[in-house]
């Protein structure tokens, strides 16, 4: 069961899938939902195998991939971060995993048995909604990936990416301006390039003279972190090209 306390009440308000529950509802959801916590690095699941659990990101991220048998930077598909649902699609349809998901830092979820998501399915309409909106919505983000690999440049891809980003995930950085979004994941080069379908090198360069035109800056805390400054200039690299 998730815990009461300020910090996870507030969270739990504002899963997705969650939405639009009874205080009733709320109650015997968090009843059926244990807690996982787990370092970065770990395997949460793995392409090809039989699905019998659903994890909601709780805190941190995952990366995910396409296949169990992977080199780390070439098949990276996407990261995921707090209020994604995972692994839902094995459950819902019966066939093994289709990607392979590994946590980028150390990560908390609240995960559910194959039988327990099947009962909150069929006893609180609203999840049944709330998860077919979201997996809509990753199916539009899918295909306008697609779009964007046969129609756009490295550079229009690279900051659709930063935006996409910063828009699902961002954090406030006033410490770069009003408008600044921290993107609170881990994003190494090889990543990046991996999920836009360029070198690293072109990253890198991309990256470097974004950061001296004020586009983009990194956390003084955090190096590896992101601060999108000014998304109307990343904007006008890949709507130019449509």
Not at 73 to 100: F, I, K
Request: aromatic share 8%; glycine share 6%.
């Amino acid at each position: 069961m998730v815990p009461h306390s300020p910090e996870t009440d507030k969270f739990f308000d504002t899963l997705p899938i969650f939405c639009d529950l009874t205080p009733l509802q709320s109650e015997q959801a968090r009843a059926v939902l244990s807690v996982l916590r787990v370092e970065a690095g770990h395997t949460l699941m793995a392409a090809a195998t039989s699905g019998d659990m659903v994890y909601i990101v709780a805190e941190g991220s995952v990366k995910i991939y396409a296949a169990s048998d992977f080199d780390e930077g070439e098949m990276l598909l996407g990261l995921r971060g707090p209020g994604e649902v995972l692994g839902e699609m094995s459950v819902l349809d019966g066939q093994r995993r289709s990607a392979t998901v590994i946590t980028q830092e150390p990560t908390i979820l609240f995960c559910l048995t194959h039988a327990d998501f099947w009962d909150i399915l069929w006893e609180m309409p609203p999840i049944p909604y709330n998860l077919m909106r979201s997996l809509t919505q990753r199916t539009r983000v899918l295909t306008s990936q697609v779009q964007a690999f046969s129609s756009l440049d490295v550079q229009g891809r690279l900051a659709r990416e930063l935006l996409i980003l910063a828009q699902e995930y961002g954090r406030p950085y006033p410490d770069e301006g009003e408008n600044a979004r921290l993107i609170p994941f881990q994003l190494k080069q090889t990543e990046i390039a991996a999920m836009i379908g360029a070198t690293r090198e072109q990253v890198n360069q991309l990256l470097s003279s974004w950061r001296r035109r004020g586009f983009i800056a990194r956390d003084r805390v955090r190096g590896a972190h992101i601060v999108v400054c000014n998304d109307e200039a990343l904007r006008k690299f890949y709507q130019r090209k449509a």
